[in-house]
């Protein structure tokens, strides 16, 4: 069984940063693709970032590409999202997934095996 545990989110001012975590447990997920998705309320849950089994490929939502960094540390079991110059509108609940097609970075939620609880963001203006 795979459990998949965020951390890090909080309330911050616009123009702060957070960094979330998500930590892996039950088994071994190194193989996996990794990503982080996000879901405000009344809104459907959507793509943010994602990050491929060893780190050396990773994809964007355009609207957090130069503010969002996704990366892992496989030894630790354990991928992060460092967010930068948030604005309000991301404030969400963020969710990080695993995904099977672990050689690339991929996107859609269908192709997600594995979900955490998720972790709230709240970027007040």
């Known amino acids: 069984q795979v459990q998949l545990v965020e951390s890090g989110g909080g309330l911050v001012q616009a123009g702060g940063s957070l960094r979330l975590s998500c930590a892996s447990s039950g088994r071994t997920l190194r193989s996996y693709a990794m990503g982080w998705f996000r879901q405000a309320p009344g809104k459907e849950r959507e793509f943010v970032a994602a990050i491929n089994w060893s780190g050396g490929s990773t994809y964007y939502a355009d609207s957090v590409k130069g503010r969002f960094t996704i990366s892992r540390d496989n030894a630790k079991n354990t991928m992060y999202l460092q967010m930068n110059s948030l604005k309000p509108e991301d404030t969400a609940v963020y969710y990080c997934?695993?995904?099977?097609?672990?050689?690339?970075?991929?996107?859609?939620?269908?192709?997600?095996?594995?979900w955490g609880q998720g972790t709230q963001v709240t970027v007040s203006s």
């Open positions: 997934a695993a995904s099977r097609f672990g050689s690339t970075a991929v996107a859609g939620t269908s192709l997600y095996d594995y």
